[in-house]
């Protein structure tokens, strides 16, 4: 894992489950983030949980507004946000222009096509892959021009705006990062957003199905593939004690079920019913869970030499500040050798 000086450092970061811990709590989590070499904080956008015993559900806008008051260097964005059907992308992107303007460049925004527990129990019918995918590239479209254009008139196949201006705008272009699991996300990616993003473990779809497509996405719109950020999402957990670290991380077991992220399960009971079939050897195998740092870079290098440009994680360690100070020294070790 030898690194010129010309390449870009990997980012390891953290994210705000609000789905496991109460807003409250993940303020105090970001305030110490701030006060060591931590970038960024992505934040869920969820209206319900992926368990359902012990969750939380806080909202993540005027949580992202209360973080980023209590800090001064983190920069925080969604990880991610489905701008298709309780969001409409025009009310995406009065919320974002707001926090950028207020917090100048320290906000992002991550969107996706969403998962039917947030989307249903909201009230919304759950659509087609193809219609998601759909409403997804139409919302990208309508809440850049908001953020760069005075007056937005858009008439698509899923959404409207008519005579539409966003009076406070951003004080810099907002990057974008385009989240997925498949081939469609990944080119979308590409083609728009500043960076792709993904909860996919397997190297191996990454490396011959994901990437490539990303790549495809980035030739079309005449964009650097190697200067495109590569995301990966991953819950983790960290304790001396390996049975402590796995304990805490079984909350996670409903979000390995991919196929969650598209059919209509949406009741955290169900979903937590059915993620009772994840062993803790398959969260040991498949999930950052580590009781010392050496653990932490066998892990992490197969996903550094792929090609990922950052490393989010799902803190749902014991002692979540314990994991915070291993991961700072994990980026010490990885961008130093």
Not at 154 to 165: H, Q
Not at 329 to 337: E, F, T, V
Request: contains cysteine; proline residues 4%; glycine residues 6%.
């Amino acid at each position: 894992m030898s690194k010129s000086t010309e390449e870009i450092k990997t980012k390891l970061s953290i994210q705000a489950a609000h789905e496991q811990i109460n807003p409250l709590d993940l303020l105090d989590d970001v305030a110490y983030l701030d006060t060591k070499d931590i970038q960024r904080c992505w934040t869920s956008d969820h209206y319900m949980p992926w368990w359902n015993t012990g969750a939380s559900g806080g909202a993540a806008w005027p949580w992202m507004g209360a973080a980023l008051a209590r800090t001064t260097k983190l920069a925080i964005g969604t990880g991610v946000t489905a701008p298709i059907l309780r969001y409409h992308p025009a009310i995406v992107a009065q919320v974002f222009a707001t926090l950028a303007f207020m917090f100048p460049q320290r906000v992002f925004l991550g969107v996706g096509r969403g998962e039917a527990l947030n989307e249903v129990p909201a009230g919304n019918r759950w659509p087609t892959n193809k219609e998601k995918f759909e409403r997804l590239k139409e919302s990208i479209k309508i809440i850049k021009k908001l953020w760069t254009e005075d007056w937005v008139t858009y008439n698509g196949e899923y959404y409207f705006v008519k005579d539409s201006k966003l009076y406070t705008k951003p004080s810099y272009l907002i990057p974008i990062y385009v989240a997925g699991l498949g081939k469609q996300s990944a080119q979308l990616a590409g083609e728009e957003g500043d960076g792709f993003v993904t909860n996919e473990l397997d190297t191996n779809k990454i490396k011959d199905i994901l990437f490539p497509a990303v790549k495809k996405g980035c030739a079309k719109s005449q964009k650097n593939y190697e200067q495109l950020e590569k995301i990966l999402f991953i819950p983790a957990s960290y304790d001396k004690d390996k049975e402590k670290a796995i304990e805490s991380i079984r909350f996670w077991r409903g979000s390995m079920i991919k196929a969650f992220f598209d059919v209509d399960v949406h009741d955290p009971r169900k979903i937590e019913e059915n993620g009772q079939v994840i062993d803790d050897d398959s969260l040991e195998k498949k999930l950052f869970i580590i009781s010392n740092e050496e653990e932490g870079i066998k892990k992490l290098k197969p996903y550094l030499d792929i090609g990922f440009t950052e490393i989010v994680f799902t803190n749902s360690s014991p002692d979540r500040r314990q994991f915070v100070d291993i991961v700072t020294r994990l980026s010490d070790i990885i961008n130093n050798q």
